[in-house]
């Protein structure tokens, strides 16, 4: 079972390589493309405090990620998943039609995989000739328009690139169907989905206590996703300060949870997946281990 971590948007945050050098993390989600292009344009992307600040003309989208085509190479060395994360918690554009979709899709794929000549002058390559291992939709707001038809057409791109496998992940919120991105993970094969069990009443890990937490209806779910091999992981906030009031819950707590559900869904449970990758950097226990040190020390029990 897997430790998935969000990067990009953590205050101060230390380079991606720092993190990749964490051997209790598996999978980093880098976030986010957070502009959503209409047909013809560039979406726009923001990575917190990394990049030199220069977009490309009449874009948002970061040109000068340096740390993180320098970072990359050494995430994969170390044997990471790394994952582009599009969404998040402020977005600006909107998805209203399936060419502007398709459009999306294939800039992301051009742009953000595999290196390919034959699109080089129609194409941007942000992070260089980095390639990424797939693509996360942390869609929470907007409405559900155009994310299948995206994932869809990923998985078409996909296919003309049979040597290498390419991931597509989702990080719906606990509320289930979920508005954005209920139709996409009834209907598109997922390798990974993180629900984020915080930040909504009566589904969140919190509500274990409660009894409301509403882990088997997602086990339900994605055990019927067309991959067979989906897996759920559960979504945590890596620090009380990382997410609402009142939906942190200690390692304590999550060993609890964990060691339930992953006794219970054996085939389905993924792993963990923490906002962010930062705020568990800091959020050490007594003995100095951080939040995701102590994740995987559950996962591992
Ligand atoms: C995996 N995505 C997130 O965890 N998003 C997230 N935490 N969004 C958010 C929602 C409300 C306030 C701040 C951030």
Not at 163 to 178: E, H, R, W
Not at 274 to 281: I, N, P
Request: proline share 6%; aromatic share 14%; charged share 15%.
């Amino acid at each position: 079972t897997n430790v998935a971590v969000y990067w990009g948007q953590g205050p101060n945050q230390h380079r991606l390589r720092d993190f990749c050098a964490q051997t209790d993390i598996d999978i980093i989600n880098l976030g986010f493309i957070n502009g959503f292009p209409t047909q013809g344009a560039y979406p726009g992307s923001n990575f917190g405090n990394q990049c030199d600040g220069n977009v490309y003309p009449g874009s948002d989208l970061l040109s000068g990620c340096h740390q993180i085509v320098d970072d990359i190479p050494i995430c994969k060395q170390m044997g990471k998943t790394i994952m582009l994360s599009i969404g998040g918690a402020y977005t600006t554009g909107q998805i209203t039609n399936d060419a502007q979709a398709k459009w999306f899709a294939d800039f992301l794929w051009y742009s953000f995989g595999p290196v390919n000549p034959a699109v080089a002058d129609q194409y941007p390559r942000p992070f260089g000739d980095n390639v990424v291992d797939g693509f996360d939709f942390d869609i929470e707001h907007g409405g559900h328009t155009g994310w299948k038809t995206m994932i869809k057409r990923l998985h078409m791109r996909f296919q003309e690139q049979p040597d290498k496998k390419f991931y597509i992940s989702a990080a719906p919120q606990c509320p289930t169907p979920d508005a954005q991105l209920g139709d996409a993970i009834a209907s598109t094969a997922l390798d990974f989905v993180w629900v984020q069990f915080y930040n909504n009443e009566g589904c969140s890990a919190k509500n274990f206590v409660d009894g409301t937490f509403n882990f088997d209806t997602w086990a339900g779910i994605v055990a019927s996703n067309p991959n067979p091999d989906a897996k759920l992981f559960i979504g945590l906030p890596a620090a009380p300060q990382a997410a609402n009031d009142g939906y942190y819950i200690d390692a304590t707590q999550v060993s609890t949870i964990v060691r339930w559900y992953m006794a219970f869904y054996p085939k389905v449970f993924g792993g963990i997946m923490l906002w962010e990758a930062t705020y568990a950097q800091k959020n050490k226990d007594a003995s100095g281990r951080t939040y995701y040190q102590q994740m995987k020390d559950i996962l591992d029990s």
